[in-house]
């Protein structure tokens, strides 16, 4: 397949609502290349927007880092459920390279979405991979981590990040 260039921040597709992807479309191809792209970068996740693909998508594996792979596409993704337990946890980007936060998320969410052969699947997610699925889903809705950071916190991130660009 094909690695995709990713884009990065300030980038103002990062900041647009993905649109919603129409049942039984064929997106394997895409979703093969999201993958090839997120393994190389190396990251844990890639969602459509940070590859230029105004679709709601992502794809994500939380283990292949540790040796197991557990990939998994998610087109249409909706969180249907989360936790009032939080949890914080450091956070990264492959499109904001270089720049981590702690971010504070639900610790447990229920997420339904459908895969690339639009079999449906609905999985309560804890750990990291609840934090994954739900910062993928913000690049969904045109949001980013640093969203979450107050002002100072932001201001001095992205003076770092500007710096090292």
């Known amino acids: 397949m094909a690695v995709m260039k990713i884009l990065h921040w300030p980038d103002p597709v990062l900041a647009t609502m993905a649109g919603r992807i129409d049942p039984g479309a064929d997106l394997r191809a895409l979703v093969a290349d999201m993958f090839d792209t997120m393994y190389a970068a190396p990251g844990r996740g890639l969602a459509g927007p940070q590859v230029g693909v105004l679709k709601r998508l992502f794809v994500m594996d939380c283990t292949w880092k540790e040796?197991?792979?557990?990939?998994?596409?998610?087109?249409?993704?909706?969180?249907?459920?989360?936790?009032?337990?939080?949890?914080?946890?450091?956070?990264?980007?492959?499109?904001?390279?270089?720049?981590?936060?702690?971010?504070?998320?639900?610790?447990?969410?229920?997420?339904?979405?459908?895969?690339?052969?639009?079999?449906?699947?609905?999985?309560k997610l804890s750990g990291f991979e609840a934090t994954c699925a739900q910062h993928e889903l913000d690049h969904l809705d045109g949001r980013v981590y640093l969203d979450y950071l107050s002002d100072g916190q932001r201001t001095d991130l992205l003076a770092a990040y500007e710096a090292a660009q």
């Open 67 to 123: 040796g197991e792979k557990t990939p998994r596409a998610c087109l249409n993704p909706q969180i249907t459920w989360r936790s009032d337990e939080l949890v914080t946890r450091e956070e990264g980007c492959l499109s904001i390279p270089g720049v981590l936060a702690e971010i504070a998320r639900p610790a447990e969410v229920v997420m339904r979405w459908h895969d690339e052969n639009w079999v449906e699947h609905e999985e």
